[in-house]
């Protein structure tokens, strides 16, 4: 009874098993490319996958504004727009590759374009779209860069930002400090705004998007130019140095447990808006949700604090990227091209996007005066490093920031264990 | 009827005539084949959700898995299993998930027993408690996972205030969600708050089918009522207790939703358990193979503890009945 009944067991495992073997043969990357030239009579319908938050006006700018003229101006389109939130889009979109059920258009992150890229699910628009090199001349060159992978680009910049320092002009007059320029402004009044009561500086996470401003402001780097190795570079003694002071901080009560992630503090705008927390490090967008939210709070902005090096923040952003997967291709390229107009581009930007057109610079700070800070930042911004190991290489620096500013291991200790774990994966990559 | 009675005949083509043999073993031929196909969509079902994933996740466990089918996957073998075998974060995520059985297990046996105990003696509205008790089971974990969040948030969350305000117990905030031991115990408190009405409905069951007269022999006898849950109650439900042990120790070993989102697995990995570590490296890092390979070190530390939980506590089922 046993046997029989392991034997068919065996059977039942082992058909699918072998089902299954077939299926993994792969037939390689899809290497035809539609050509998708401009002006092409276009219809039917696409789906736009985004993160536009819906806290602020984005989402509804997006649905009842942009989309609407876009339909208008080719009759017989649609556009359907899925808003996804910002913290699950990555998992979504990998899900959906394996899946093979992308939508035709992807606002994605700067940081995931290599990745999709590489997972080889993407429309090198470069090759497919005849009018790529006119479309990308009018952005900037920072965020054009983001969408190359290897020798071809994989989309077109849609939106830039970066951030920059916000403070509780109240919070920092009460301790007695002005607003900190250097890290050594950070140290000298790190004490003061502590006997206060309060925070002088919060950082909400202690990934590369809270941590690269640190390093790069202070001299330090991440890895080589060409993205081969970490050693030397996050382990060398500028790069210890600016997470140094963070750990500093963090000892001093001046920088609160948000750091460690996991909720559970204050949020940072929040924290900012009453006082809590005199500085913050963020991007545009907290502008129409503090206004939202905290009515009677006015945020000033200042550049990001330095130490040995100029004062450089991370570029952050959003690319518009066409699938494999899309079933009309000439539909999707349309809509990217609508989408780096000018008037979808300005409209965004009411909206609280900074548009990457170089011809819309001047408006921006007409639009919105608190973008002149953002502006200024953004000629020193640099990009995290693009590679297809970046959610990894992201993982690596928050654990081990996190357990120096935890103090179970000195800051040098820290960055010597994450470019042990991370040069493997830049060999690989 | 009686014909099926036949068919169980071990002698029967000696004894029976010629004639309705054929029509005999045609007849069983049939009935089994209609047997079959009644077990078919369940065994198909089995085959869709069981059988298949398991052998598929399998084999991804032997690969550099690539996630877009349209790529080629590398075999290698073992090596998948010797990565994990030899992961410190992998067994810390075992040792936090043995944390959390350490709490969770004892406290919904105990308080679930308590409860159903209690819920077992006639009292007023004991219908209405039973439903209370039970509402926690069928509420979300995603619901109730941020609500817990928000109770043990550390500037603002309810917990602290009765701690540090009310209570005075403690002097200043405890950061709950950012350090480890605090974390599973805000997570292992979640997750016994949510399994107790289960093991309670478990065992009132089990309880009702305590035989009244054994009790009351038990009372003439002079056995107080503590005597008697412990003489007579408890060896009587002994089954059920295995049953729900073991239950809750697999449950306890799969804990996921809680806490990714009360801590994330932070900080720096230090709250992570085997799931959310999985997970982390099937979506966020795209290693399907690795994390398909933990999920079978998994299944088998399951196993060996679920073998060793009968092997230790239900070996003589016979004596008590």
């Known amino acids: 009874m046993t046997m029989r009944r392991s034997s068919a067991l065996a059977a039942a495992l082992g058909l699918p098993l072998l089902l299954a073997a077939c299926g993994t043969g792969g037939s390689g990357a899809q290497s035809s490319t539609e050509e998708l030239p401009a002006g092409q009579k276009v219809e039917g319908e696409i789906t736009f996958w985004h993160a536009y938050s819906e806290g602020g006006p984005e989402v509804t700018t997006l649905e009842e504004e942009v989309i609407p003229a876009f339909e208008k101006a080719h009759p017989g389109t649609e556009v359907k727009p899925v808003t996804v939130q910002y913290d699950q889009l990555h998992q979504k979109l990998v899900t959906a590759?394996?899946?093979?059920?992308?939508?035709?258009?992807?606002?994605?992150?700067?940081?995931?374009?290599?990745?999709?890229?590489?997972?080889?699910?993407?429309?090198?628009?470069?090759?497919?779209?005849?009018?790529?090199?006119?479309?990308?001349?009018?952005?900037?060159?920072?965020?054009?860069?983001?969408?190359?992978?290897?020798?071809?680009?994989?989309?077109?910049?849609?939106?830039?930002?970066?951030?920059?320092?916000?403070?509780?002009?109240?919070?920092?007059?009460?301790?007695?400090?002005?607003?900190?320029?250097?890290?050594?402004?950070?140290?000298?009044?790190?004490?003061?705004?502590?006997?206060?009561?309060?925070?002088?500086?919060?950082?909400?996470?202690?990934?590369?998007?809270?941590?690269?401003?640190?390093?790069?402001?202070?001299?330090?780097?991440?890895?080589?130019?060409?993205?081969?190795?970490?050693?030397?570079?996050?382990?060398?003694?500028?790069?210890?140095?600016?997470?140094?002071?963070l750990v500093d901080l963090y000892e001093q009560q001046a920088l609160p447990k948000l750091i460690l992630g996991g909720g559970g503090g204050t949020n940072t705008f929040e924290g900012l808006a009453n006082g809590m927390y005199a500085t913050i490090v963020d991007g545009p967008w907290a502008f129409p949700i503090i206004e939202g939210q905290f009515k009677d709070f006015e945020m000033k902005t200042a550049p990001m604090p330095h130490g040995d090096g100029e004062s450089t923040s991370v570029v952050g952003g959003e690319n518009l990227v066409i699938t494999q997967a899309s079933e009309n291709k000439q539909l999707a390229a349309e809509f990217t091209r609508y989408m780096l107009s000018e008037e979808a581009q300005l409209a965004m930007a009411e909206a609280g996007q900074i548009s990457v057109l170089e011809s819309l610079s001047d408006k921006m700070v007409e639009i919105e005066p608190s973008y002149e800070e953002y502006m200024n930042q953004l000629q020193t911004a640099r990009p995290r490093p693009p590679t297809p190991a970046w959610t990894k290489i992201d993982e690596i620096i928050r654990k081990q920031v996190q357990l120096a500013v935890r103090g179970d291991m000195t800051a040098q200790e820290a960055m010597d264990e994450a470019v042990a774990q991370i040069d493997p994966l830049l060999e690989r990559g | 009827m009686a014909a099926t009675a036949t068919t169980t005949g071990p002698a029967s083509p000696e004894v029976a005539a010629p004639a309705p043999a054929p029509r005999d073993s045609r007849k069983r031929r049939r009935e089994s084949l209609t047997a079959y196909v009644f077990l078919l969509p369940g065994f198909a079902l089995f085959c869709l959700i069981v059988a298949y994933p398991l052998a598929r996740s399998f084999q991804i466990s032997l690969y550099d898995w690539a996630v877009v089918p349209t790529q080629a996957s590398r075999f290698i073998g073992l090596e998948n299993y010797a990565r994990g075998l030899a992961d410190e974060q992998f067994w810390l995520s075992m040792a936090n998930a043995g944390v959390y059985l350490l709490v969770t297990v004892p406290g919904q046996l105990v308080i679930g027993l308590a409860l159903a105990v209690l819920l077992d003696a006639k009292m007023p509205a004991r219908g209405l408690f039973r439903v209370l008790f039970y509402v926690p089971v069928i509420t979300s974990w995603v619901v109730v996972a941020l609500v817990f969040k928000y109770l043990f948030n550390t500037d603002a969350g309810v917990v602290n205030w009765l701690l540090v305000d009310v209570l005075h117990v403690a002097d200043a905030n405890i950061a709950w969600l950012q350090s480890r031991w605090p974390g599973l115990m805000a997570v292992s408190i979640l997750g016994v708050w949510k399994g107790v009405g289960w093991a309670m409905v478990i065992f009132l069951a089990a309880l009702t089918g305590v035989r009244d007269d054994l009790k009351e022999a038990a009372a003439l006898d002079g056995a107080g009522a503590w005597d008697r849950?412990?003489?007579?109650?408890?060896?009587?439900?002994?089954?059920?207790?295995?049953?729900?042990?073991?239950?809750?120790?697999?449950?306890g070993f799969n804990v996921f939703i809680s806490v990714l989102l009360m801590t994330g697995g932070g900080p720096a990995g230090s709250t992570e358990v085997p799931l959310t570590y999985m997970y982390r490296q099937a979506f966020d890092f795209l290693d399907f193979g690795y994390a398909a390979a933990l999920s079978f070190l998994l299944a088998i530390v399951i196993m060996l503890v679920s073998y060793s939980q009968f092997r230790l506590f239900g070996g003589d089922e016979k004596e008590v009945d």
């Open chain 1, 97 to 245: 590759a394996a899946g093979e059920s992308l939508p035709d258009v992807v606002r994605s992150d700067i940081i995931w374009v290599p990745e999709l890229a590489d997972l080889g699910v993407l429309v090198p628009l470069d090759q497919a779209m005849p009018d790529f090199e006119k479309l990308a001349e009018q952005t900037y060159d920072g965020p054009l860069a983001t969408n190359k992978w290897q020798d071809s680009y994989y989309g077109l910049p849609l939106t830039t930002n970066t951030k920059v320092m916000l403070y509780n002009e109240q919070a920092l007059d009460e301790a007695g400090v002005g607003v900190p320029e250097t890290f050594d402004d950070l140290r000298a009044s790190a004490p003061k705004v502590a006997e206060t009561g309060n925070y002088l500086l919060a950082e909400a996470d202690a990934a590369g998007w809270q941590v690269l401003p640190y390093i790069w402001s202070n001299g330090g780097d991440i890895t080589d130019e060409d993205i081969t190795t970490s050693d030397g570079y996050l382990n060398g003694p500028k790069s210890v140095e600016a997470v140094e002071l």
């Open chain 2, 229 to 251: 849950f412990v003489h007579v109650s408890l060896p009587a439900i002994r089954k059920t207790l295995l049953f729900v042990t073991v239950l809750l120790v697999i449950g």
